[in-house]
C-alpha cells in the first residue's frame, strides 16, 4: 500500500516514505527524512534536517522533529535524530538534532509515550518504554532509561541521568541522577522510596523487590556508604544483579559535579 500524503502537505521528494504512512495536511518533511511503514503525521507536523523515524508511530499536530540544537556553540554541522517504534507523541513535542559534542544524535527508542509540549533537547538518549508527562523538558544530553515515567512539568537539568523503572514526581527539578527503580521527587528532586509500583508491574519477583527496598535503605536511610552498601548485601548473600546495577549507577553519579558522571567522562575523553 503506497503512502498517503494529503495534497496540502508539502514532503520533499528526496525524503524516503515508506508504505502505509500518512501524512496529513500541512505537515512539513525535509529531504534527509526517512519515515518508515505504518506511521501517521496527523498535521502540522514538521520534520527537519536528518530524521529517521521508525514504524507505528502516531505523531500529533505542531511537533517539530529535527530541529536545531539550542546550543550556542552550534556551527550548523548535519546532526541527526533516530526515533524507533510504536511511540505516541502528543501535541507540540520537540525532538532537536544532536550537536557535536557527543555522537551527533538524539536518540528516542520504541513504544514511548510523550505527552503534550514536551522537549527533548540535543544529545539526549531516551530509551524504550519511557513515559513523558506534558511540560516535561530535558536538557541537552540527559538519559532516560527504560521504563522510566517522569510526569508533568518537570525539568531535568543538562547532562542528567534518569534510572530505570524511576517516577519522577510532577513539578520536579532534577539536578542530580536518579538512580534505578527509585521514586524521586521535590526541587531538587531526591529518591523518597523504592518505586514498588512499576517493579511489580514488570514482574520483578517479590524477593528482588525486598532486596532493592533494603539496598535503598541502607543508601538513602542508613547512609552508610556505597561500598559499605556493596559488602552488607553481599555478606547476607543478597548482591543480586539488580542490585549491582543500582550500586553502580549511584556510584557513577557521584564521579561528576553536580551528581552527573557523565559530565566528568565527557571531560576525560
Known sequence: ????????????????????????????VGPLASIGRGTKLYNNVTVLGDVTIGEDNLISPGSVLGGHPQDLSYKGTE????????????????????????????????????MGNVHIAHDCNVADHVIIGHGTMLGGHVHVDHHATLSGSVAVTHYGAIGS???????????????????ADGNPA???????????????????????????RLMYRARVGLENVRELMRAKGDLLPEIEHFIEKVGVSQTG?????????RKAA
Open 1 to 28: 500500500m503506497s503512502p498517503k500524503i494529503s495534497k496540502l502537505a508539502v514532503v520533499d521528494s528526496k525524503a524516503r516514505i515508506a508504505d502505509d504512512v500518512e501524512i496529513g495536511p500541512f505537515c512539513v
Open 79 to 114: 546532526t541527526k535524530v533516530v526515533i524507533g517504534d510504536r511511540n505516541v507523541i502528543r501535541e507540540c513535542v520537540t525532538v532537536n538534532r544532536g550537536s557535536e559534542k557527543e555522537d551527533g544524535y538524539t536518540r528516542v527508542g520504541s513504544d514511548c509515550y510523550f
Open 165 to 183: 523503572y524511576t517516577f519522577v514526581g510532577g513539578a520536579s527539578r532534577v539536578l542530580q541522577d536518579i538512580a534505578p527503580y527509585m521514586l
Open 190 to 216: 531526591r529518591p523518597r522510596c523504592v518505586n514498588i509500583v512499576a517493579l511489580k508491574r514488570n514482574n520483578f519477583e517479590p524477593h528482588v523487590i525486598d532486596k532493592i527496598n533494603e539496598a535503598y
Open 257 to 265: 559535579r553536580h551528581g552527573r558522571g557523565r559530565e566528568q567522562r
